[in-house]
C-alpha cells in the first residue's frame, strides 16, 4: 500500500552493512538446493513463501534482500539511525541479534538472484482499453483550493453532495453535483474516511498519509448546525493511522460498537471498541499487527451475530474473517491469502453473481515500496461465496497497480460491471489504465475510460447517485502526491497535474438522463 512505503534511510545504512554484496557483487558459489531450503524456512515463519519468479533479479537483489536482511538482524545500525527508531525497536518488528548468520543469509540472495528472471514477468493480457465510455461524461471539480492532494472521497446520495480530503491543508471539502464548492471544514488532520451512523458524522485520520510509527491518527465525530459541518469532539485520540471505521452492535447490548483498522506502519493493529453504558469505549484488540486496510460487516456463518471480514495488506497478506458468538468473542479464520508481494490495496464486499450471498471484490497493486517493475499478479479480483465461510476466486481482471474497484449493474442490464482506479498505471505502456470501466457482457468484460482519464492520478473512488436521476455515478480523488521513484511517471504529467488536476472527478452516469456540460 502506498501508507506503507519506506523511509530511506534504512535501506541506505542497511546496504552499509552488508558491505554492499546485496547490489549485485559476485558471491561463493552456494548449494541452491540448500539455498531454497533456507530461504523457505525462514520466510515461511511470517508469511507465504515468495517465489523467486514473482520479481526480477535486480529487484530482488537491489531491494528486497536487504530489506529482508534489516528485519533478520543482520543491520541494527540501519534501526539505530532512522529518526524514529525507538519506535521502532519497541515494535518488537527488529532485532539486535541476527535470527540468520551472513553466509545462510548470502545463499539466499543468491538463490534468488540465480533463480528470479533477468526480466520481470511480463502482465497477463491486459484489455485493449478503448475511448468508448459513452454511458458517462466526465466533469472536473470546479472547486480547486491546492494541487490534488485527496485521500477520500465520498458521495451522499440523500444530500447529493460529495465529500473529500484537502490532505495537504487538513480540510475536509463538500462540492455539489456540478464540482461546485458547498462548504469546507478544517480539521487539523488528514481525513481518509468518512462515515454517517446514526445521525451522526464519524472522520477517521490518519495523522500522516506517510509512513510512520508515531500515533498521531483520530477519529472524530462531526455534526451539522446550523447547515454547516462542525468538529464536536475527539472520540479516539493518538491511534497508529488508522484508515478506515465501522459500525455494528457486537455484543448484543443495544449499543453501537466501532471497528478501527489501525494500519500503522511496524505499529499497527485491528480493533473494535465497546460502547459502555456512559458512552464511552473500551478497546478489544482482534489483531494485533499493522496493515488493516478496511473492514465489512456481516453475519457469515448464518448464526445470527455480525462477523467482521477484514483484509491485510502486510506481510501476511490475506482476508481475515472473526466470527462472533453474539457476546463479543470473535473466532479468526483466514479466507484467502496472497504472498508478501500481492499489494492487496481495497475490497468491497458485495453480491457479485446474485445468488443472494456476499462475494469479495478485491483489488491488488501497490507498487510503491520501493522501485520495481509492473507485476503480473495485480488487477481486479472476485471471490465468489460457495456457501459460509468458503469464498473462491472466480475472475481476474488484470490491471497494473489496481487501487479501487466497485461492483455495481452501471448499465442496469442484469449483470454486474466493474469500476476501476489504477494509482501505479503503466504510465509508459498503458496509461489509460488509470481508469477502466469493465462492462460485463454475458461474462466476458469490454474495458473503457474516459478521454481525460490522466489529468489526475486517481487514489480513491466512489459510487452513487449524485445527482439523483436514480442511476450511478462516480466520483474519482486526484492524489499526485506519492512514491516518485516507484513508478515513472512522465514529467509533463506531474506539471499538468500541479497546475490543473482537479481534486475530483465526477462521471455522472448518462443511462437515465443526460446531463449538461462535457
Not at 33 to 38: I, V
Request: hydrophobic fraction near 35%; charge should be negative; charged fraction near 25%.
Amino acid at each position: 500500500m502506498i501508507f506503507r512505503h519506506p523511509r530511506p534511510s534504512l535501506l541506505s545504512a542497511a546496504l552499509a552493512g552488508l558491505g554492499g554484496l546485496a547490489l549485485g557483487q559476485a558471491a561463493e558459489t552456494v548449494d541452491l538446493a540448500k539455498a531454497e531450503t533456507l530461504a523457505r524456512q525462514h520466510c515461511i515463519g511470517c508469511h507465504l513463501f515468495p517465489e523467486p519468479e514473482l520479481l526480477d533479479k535486480k529487484t530482488w537483489a537491489e531491494q528486497v534482500m536487504p530489506r529482508m536482511a534489516i528485519r533478520l538482524g543482520l543491520s541494527p545500525e540501519s534501526v539505530n539511525r532512522h529518526p524514529e527508531a525507538d519506535a521502532l525497536w519497541k515494535s518488537g518488528r527488529f532485532t539486535r541479534e541476527p535470527l540468520i548468520t551472513k553466509p545462510d543469509y548470502y545463499a539466499i540472495l543468491e538463490y534468488y538472484k540465480t533463480k528470479a528472471p533477468e526480466k520481470a514477468l511480463p502482465q497477463k493480457p491486459v484489455a485493449p482499453i478503448g475511448l468508448e465510455l459513452k454511458q458517462f461524461t466526465s466533469r472536473p471539480s470546479r472547486f480547486r483550493r491546492t494541487v490534488g492532494a485527496v485521500n477520500m472521497v465520498r458521495i451522499d446520495e440523500a444530500r447529493q453532495r460529495i465529500y473529500h480530503s484537502d490532505g495537504l491543508g487538513k480540510f475536509l471539502d463538500v462540492i455539489d453535483a456540478n464540482g461546485e464548492w458547498v462548504e469546507s471544514l478544517q480539521v487539523g488532520n488528514v481525513p481518509v474516511a468518512f462515515a454517517e451512523n446514526g445521525g451522526d458524522f464519524f472522520l477517521t485520520m490518519i495523522g500522516t498519509f506517510t509512513p510512520s510509527d508515531i500515533p498521531r491518527g483520530e477519529l472524530a465525530l462531526l455534526r451539522r448546525e446550523n447547515g454547516a459541518f462542525v468538529r464536536k469532539k475527539t472520540v479516539l485520540p493518538n491511534i497508529p493511522r488508522p484508515t478506515h471505521t465501522n459500525f455494528a452492535d457486537l455484543n448484543g447490548d443495544g449499543r453501537t460498537d466501532l471497528i478501527v483498522s489501525m494500519y500503522g506502519n511496524n505499529i499497527g493493529r485491528l480493533s473494535w471498541y465497546e460502547r459502555g453504558e456512559d458512552g464511552g469505549y473500551a478497546e478489544r484488540i482482534l489483531l494485533p499487527r499493522s496493515g488493516t486496510l478496511s473492514t465489512a460487516v456481516h453475519d457469515f456463518n448464518g448464526d445470527g451475530h455480525p462477523d467482521i471480514a477484514a483484509l491485510v495488506a502486510q506481510e501476511v497478506e490475506a482476508m481475515h474473517l472473526f466470527l462472533n458468538d453474539g457476546k463479543g468473542v470473535f473466532t479468526p479464520q483466514i479466507v484467502f491469502q496472497g504472498h508478501p508481494l500481492f499489494g492487496h490495496s481495497s475490497f468491497e464486499l458485495t453480491d457479485f453473481d446474485g445468488d443472494g450471498r456476499p462475494d469479495f471484490v478485491v483489488t491488488t497493486g501497490d507498487n510503491g515500496e520501493y522501485p520495481s517493475p509492473p507485476k503480473p499478479y495485480h488487477g481486479v479480483r472476485v471471490y465468489l461465496n460457495r456457501g459460509g465461510t468458503r469464498f473462491e476466486e472466480s475472475l481476474f481482471l488484470p490491471l497494473n497497480g489496481a487501487f479501487r474497484a466497485l461492483a455495481r449493474d452501471y448499465d442496469e442490464d442484469g449483470d454486474t460491471d466493474i469500476a476501476a482506479v489504477s494509482y501505479f498505471p503503466d504510465y509508459a505502456q498503458s496509461p489509460r489504465e488509470s481508469f477502466v470501466y469493465f462492462e460485463n457482457k454475458n461474462g466476458s468484460y469490454t474495458a473503457n475510460t474516459f478521454r481525460t482519464c490522466i489529468s489526475g492520478r486517481w487514489l480513491t473512488m466512489d459510487a452513487g447517485d449524485v445527482d439523483g436521476d436514480g442511476d450511478i455515478d462516480l466520483a474519482l480523488g486526484n492524489y499526485m502526491y506519492g512514491p516518485d521513484k516507484a513508478i515513472f511517471v512522465p514529467e509533463f504529467l506531474m506539471k499538468t497535474w500541479e497546475r490543473s488536476g482537479p481534486p475530483v472527478m465526477l462521471l455522472l452516469n448518462t443511462l437515465r438522463s443526460k446531463p449538461a456540460g462535457r
